[in-house]
């Protein structure tokens, strides 16, 4: 599933294509992946540059010379790819926009649970979807402020998308692994230090994953990625992974309904 360290990489990829490129039409395999209805979407776009592209968290937003706002989902199999003949369109191109300098942008998604539509604007979809800072923005003192007086299990507070955007179930681990923080701990009782090991691992983590583009074999080997599995079809039985660091068995538990892996030896309640 994409998370935020492959939207980052879709992101700088189109930064680098489609970014600036006027839209001369478009094409829409099946209508049930337009949160827009397609005669709206058509004339919004016809015409209109791209001008700015962002993202928050897993939204990947792109700005028209209109003055809306275009928004992708990658749903669970969501990918782009610019290209200019028609031969080259890739297989499960759902969405095609085509560019008046000839090439073509392919919003690629073979299981179909992506989305796209228009937003007033980057600020209005903000707010209208409760997003919290970026997770690779949020400094520490907003990090602290906003979860120093909850009481809920840390993990759960770090996949709140209200709390801050684009952490999802495999990071959340990974992140409380490299802090050394028992998952179920009450935010409440963090420490300072542990604070600050936090945001450090939050921005370690995704820093990784970007600069490795999101190909998670390639992630050093002090990942607890490799024992963990990276998405939640490939978990594997805790009982056969080892902690990376002093090969102790993993132990594995439900912090607030999601599968959470840990080393009860790095990360003690
Ligand atoms: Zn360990």
């Known amino acids: 599933m994409p998370e935020l360290p492959e939207v980052e990489t879709y992101r700088r990829y189109f930064e680098e ?6 839209v001369a039409g478009l094409e829409v395999e099946d209508l049930r992946q337009l949160t827009t209805d397609l005669e709206t979407l058509q004339q919004e776009l016809k015409g209109a540059q791209f001008t700015d592209v962002q993202r928050i968290g897993k939204h990947f937003l792109i700005n028209l010379s209109t003055g809306k706002t275009l928004v992708l989902h990658f749903g669970m199999t969501g990918d782009l790819a610019y290209y200019r003949d028609a031969e080259d369109t890739p297989r499960f191109a759902r969405i095609v ?6 090439f073509r942008l392919a919003f690629i998604d073979s299981r179909k649970f992506g989305r796209v539509g228009l937003a007033d604007s980057v600020a209005v979809y903000r707010q209208e979807k409760s997003l919290g800072p970026d997770a690779l923005d949020i400094t520490l003192s907003q990090l602290q402020a906003s979860l120093q007086k909850r009481k809920a299990p840390i993990k759960s507070l770090l996949l709140d998308q209200k709390i801050l955007a684009g952490v999802g179930n495999w990071i959340a681990d990974e992140v409380l692994f490299q802090a050394r923080i028992f998952p179920a701990k009450p935010a409440t009782q963090l420490t300072n230090t542990e604070f600050e090991r936090l945001h450090t691992a939050i921005q370690n983590v995704l820093n990784t994953a970007i600069e490795q583009e999101a190909i998670y074999q390639n992630f050093p080997k002090s990942f607890l990625i490799h024992a963990r599995g990276w ?39």
């Open 97 to 102: 926009f085509y560019f008046q300098n000839g």
């Open 17 to 22: 294509t489609a970014l600036g490129q006027t």
């Open 231 to 269: 998405d939640e079809s490939a978990l594997k039985p805790a009982e056969r992974q080892i902690c990376p660091h002093h090969l102790e068995p993993l132990q594995i538990n439900k912090v607030g309904g999601r599968t959470t892996y840990f080393c009860p030896v790095c990360q003690p309640e």
